[in-house]
């Protein structure tokens, strides 16, 4: 089955360490997100990467990093400069690179991973 | 500055009635819309999406309507389900904008038996 494997599924940090977040698909998608989800505020972009060894900062980059070595993999560091990590991450990718989207840029979303920090 | 809106943070209807989760957004230059659902502890699931030269879009029980002129839009479930309980997030797209989606806080649907 195809799909975005987030992992791990939970994770809990000490303040003032990294950690890095997982994320796999095997869709053949060229694009990939991450966005965080905060109660009452909705899916925020982090970052988005349209083919290998490019990315962008999306609305809410700052204390966050990421790579795209491969189209397959799109893993996120959550950084000890980031204020408020606590929050459920959430990684999606989509077939249609932005700019060239020709309809709705559907975007497939992993299950997640929940950042506590103690 | 929050583009895309969701003002009503809980909706609860009654199992086989109609559910109508609204969304209002203030970028003119969106030109897709889109609905996800969402289980707690899951990622959104796609549900339907509008492109703004249409008024309407239909995929049997949910219907998206889109208002341009006052920059709105609605799902409409009919008839809802205990199962439709989720989260709904409205999202939007430029196509001059990378494509990216923007996201509205989102709606709790809890559809009681």
């Known amino acids: 089955d195809g799909g975005i494997t987030q992992s791990p599924k939970y994770l809990f940090r000490k303040e003032g360490q990294n950690v890095t977040l997982s994320c796999e698909q095997n869709l053949n998608h060229d694009a990939m997100y991450w966005y965080r989800q905060d109660p009452g505020q909705g899916l925020r972009l982090i970052y988005y990467s349209q083919i290998v060894n490019d990315f962008q900062k999306g609305d809410i980059a700052e204390g966050y990093s990421v790579s795209r070595e491969k189209k397959e993999s799109f893993p996120l560091t959550v950084t000890s400069a980031q204020k408020n990590p606590t929050a459920f991450y959430l990684c999606?990718?989509?077939?249609?690179?932005?700019?060239?989207?020709?309809?709705?840029?559907?975007?497939?979303f992993g299950a997640g991973s929940r950042l506590t920090v103690l | 500055d929050q583009q895309v809106k969701q003002n009503s943070p809980s909706l609860s209807v009654q199992e086989g009635r109609i559910s109508i989760l609204n969304c209002d957004y203030t970028n003119s230059m969106f030109d897709y819309f889109l609905w996800y659902k969402k289980y707690p502890a899951e990622g959104p699931t796609f549900l339907i999406s509008?492109?703004?030269?249409?008024d309407k879009n239909e995929d049997g029980r949910f219907t998206v309507f889109l208002n341009k002129s006052a920059k709105h839009l609605s799902l409409h479930i009919v008839p809802s389900q205990p199962g439709d309980s989720a989260v709904y997030f409205c999202a939007a797209s430029a196509s001059g904008n990378t494509g990216k989606l923007i996201f509205g806080q989102g709606t709790t649907l809890q559809v009681k038996p």
């Open positions: 999606a990718s989509s077939i249609d690179p932005p700019g060239r989207v020709s309809g709705a840029n559907v975007l497939t």
């Open positions: 509008i492109s703004s030269i249409k």
